[in-house]
């Protein structure tokens, strides 16, 4: 495969917010003391007066956030996921997913890749914790093109959106004209053997494996599951009649996530095989984005040694 | 004000006290206590500060009132109720399992409630977000507050507080219920807020402290506030908690009790002739 163009999502948020800042006035941009790494640095230069930094103060941001959405503005609150969904919860559960108030959280530094500040910065329980909040929409993109395509989507949403993007430069696959949609995943490969569901950085390691594993004799179908909630349930449902068995991929703990979801959908609807892929109930630690995903499984090799043991081959 | 405008409004605020007692005994629950106490910023706020209309609850140009001290919803939705938001008859349907008077406010469900609350220090953070979007958009509603001295161990208010004034919010009011009491007892054994004021002005308040059951100082107060400018506002209210039903004034015990039939009896008989007094000036 050619060297592929690579972009961390991070990135792909502020770059996104700023072409949006420019269509619409109504979008304005919260962040805790971090826009330089949340990227939405590049919104403020741009448009400084629709930029409100909150300081270190997650908690109160988020609530500021919510305010601003009941005065007409469409408030993106920007931190490292493990203060916008971690620290900030209970603000965003209450004052944002109660009363379903119109704000964007914009979660960056989400998973292990974070690499080096270790495990307190290390969000690997986002999904888990937004998923419990009735009506809350969670997007995971794959890569550059479906991170900005997913800001705009969720601009257009009228209720709160969490957004997850990832620290590491990643290959960007789809092409500029794809049509990214809230709430479908994406069929990146057909395939008759195993479906392999996967989101965020995981996704692209999906595709590779998915060819690894067709040179292997083994017919897998790669599916990209951007949106987390609410799920995709007849694509997971026809890949799993498809297919008969289903792995799950995701920069997550594997309790809460995306393996989750897909298994509350099988087990009630279609009962099959599901082997999850993703953190497995452990804390990370200090290293390379790289190393760290190699040690912990998150690879397109993983998924190949996974899928073939799930084959029996 | 003119006297009878006062008397009107103490009528007003002793129909808000026998609408808090109707609400927490129909609901067989609730908090009365920090109701009570407020009943004259309740009233003076939604008869005569605020920009608003009972008939248009959404209307866009209204003053904000977030009740960051969620818990008091029987003062709120009694005053709102009063002012003609919805029926009085309502209020003792208070937290039933078919009603929409939540037993902490619902902007989804009660008209004229801007702002669902009930979880302490979140309210005064969402209203200083709503100042910061009308400065931003340049527009002239003003923002209501109102906190539990208790509220005040929040450390979310403080990061609200700190933004406020940072983001010089002088479209910003927030009141402070200085009843001195909470669930475990006096607040200032509890975990002391003290000194309140002095708190605030550090935190870049301009900051008037005044008896929160008389309607001058409070006149007196937003007025003040209205002409202060660069900074946010905060009236700190001496309150009784219980104010006009005597067995509950200053009892800690009726932060989050209803009275049963025979009080509910009392405390309406006492309300009722307050209220025949102040009717008779």
Known sequence: MAEMKKIATRDSYGNALIELGKEHDNLVVLDADLAAATKTGAFKKVFPERHFDCGIAEANMMCIAAGMSTAGLVPFASSFAMFAAGRAFEQVRNSIGYPHLNVKIGATHGGISVGEDGASHQCCEDFALMRSIPGMTIICPADDVEARAAVKAAYEIDGPVYLRFGRLAIPVFHNEDFDFQVGKGEILKDGTDVAIIANGLLTYEAIKAGEELEAAGINAMVINMATIKPLDEELVVEAAKKCGKVITCEEHSIIGGLGEAVCSVLSEKLPTPVRRIGVNDEFGHSGPAAALLQQFGLTSDHIVEVAKDFCGK | ?281
């Open chain 2, 1 to 281: 004000m003119t006297s009878s405008e006062k008397k009107q409004l103490q009528i007003t605020a002793c129909k808000v006290r026998m609408g808090v007692i109707e609400s927490t005994h129909g609901a067989k629950a609730g908090h009365p206590g920090g109701s009570l106490s407020a009943a004259e910023i309740f009233t003076y706020l939604y008869f005569k500060e605020m920009n608003i209309d009972p008939a248009n609850p959404k209307w866009d140009g209204r003053d904000r009132f977030v009740l960051s001290k969620g818990h008091t919803a029987p003062g709120l939705y009694s005053a709102l109720a009063q002012r003609g938001f919805f029926p009085v008859e309502d209020l003792p349907t208070l937290r039933h399992i078919d009603s929409y008077l939540q037993g902490h406010p619902n902007m989804t469900m009660v008209p004229g409630v801007d702002m669902s609350t009930g979880s302490l220090g979140q309210g005064i953070s969402v209203a200083v977000g709503m100042a910061m979007a009308f400065k931003h958009t340049g527009k002239s509603n003003r923002v209501y507050s109102l906190l539990g001295d208790g509220e005040l161990e929040e450390g979310q208010v403080w990061e609200a507080c700190m933004a406020a004034a940072h983001y010089k919010l002088d479209n910003l009011c927030i009141v402070v219920d200085n009843n001195g009491l909470q669930i475990d007892g006096s607040v200032a054994d509890v975990m002391s807020p003290y000194p309140i004021v002095g708190k605030l002005e550090a935190f870049g308040f301009e900051v008037l402290q005044i008896d929160a059951h008389d309607f001058d100082a409070i006149e007196e107060a937003f007025n003040q506030a209205k002409k202060t400018e660069g900074k946010p506002f905060a009236i700190v209210i001496k309150s009784v908690k219980g104010k006009g039903v005597s067995y509950m004034e200053n009892e800690a015990g009726w932060h989050g009790k209803a009275p049963n039939d025979a009080e509910y009896e009392q405390a309406m008989n006492e309300l009722k002739s307050q209220l025949a007094e102040l009717e008779a000036m």
